[in-house]
């Protein structure tokens, strides 16, 4: 069991710790609306449907938090995720000085989420000790996209969309040009890079940003 990989839920630069799941979860599931509004039907027996916009993608799971084996109360573990939903002072929404609970992503081995907020949280407490001390209790979580729409966690990676088999989560003062020199070889195929994996802005990309990486140099000729 020593080459597990935890799955971890991770706020961005200032927002507070990093948490390490105690048990990875069963399943995750990924959801994405589109939105389409009726058209003029007079006289029709449907209306044309006109679509509007896109939605955000959430991704929903079920966590299990266990502290049994050593007596602790489990919240000092659930209370972790809960603050990722308190408003922090030193995160500023756009260009206001007013506070915001942090942006955070879910990460499982290979799998990275787009950055999210967790919209939602549902705290279930099922065992207790006999001095009534929590000691096991279900997540119900709810993470929904907030930025960073070139992110396609659900995708097969080798088939349709972005076709890399490889993901490089981007470091703190990162850039694809670092990226292109150390997993490819040459710096100077990071305008290639970024097409590949559809960025608009490859220059001002976030710490955390995923970026695939294709199986071989080839791949990138299309794109060059």
Known sequence: MSG????????????GDALEVMFNPQQYVFSRDNRWSPGHAQGQNAPQM????????????????????????????????????????????????????????FSWGPMISFMAAITHLQLTFQLFSE??????????????????????PWQNPTSGGVTGERVHRLGPRETLELIAFSE????????????????????RLRAGTPVFLPPSVDELKDHG
């Open 4 to 15: 597990l990989a935890k799955a971890t839920i991770k706020p961005e630069d200032g927002g």
């Open 131 to 152: 001095n009534g001390t929590p000691l096991r209790a279900k997540a119900s979580v709810t993470f929904t996209q907030v930025d960073d729409p070139n992110a396609r």
């Open 50 to 105: 006109r679509f509007t916009s896109g939605g955000a993608t959430t991704l929903t799971m079920d966590l299990v938090f266990d502290t049994t084996d050593t007596g602790e109360d489990v919240r000092q573990r659930t209370g972790k995720l809960a603050d990722m939903m308190l408003v922090n002072k030193s995160l500023h929404q756009d260009n206001s000085n007013q506070g915001r609970p942090p942006k955070v992503q």
């Open 184 to 203: 490819l070889g040459d710096a100077s195929l990071w305008r290639p890079l970024a097409a590949f994996n559809g960025f608009d802005d490859p220059l």
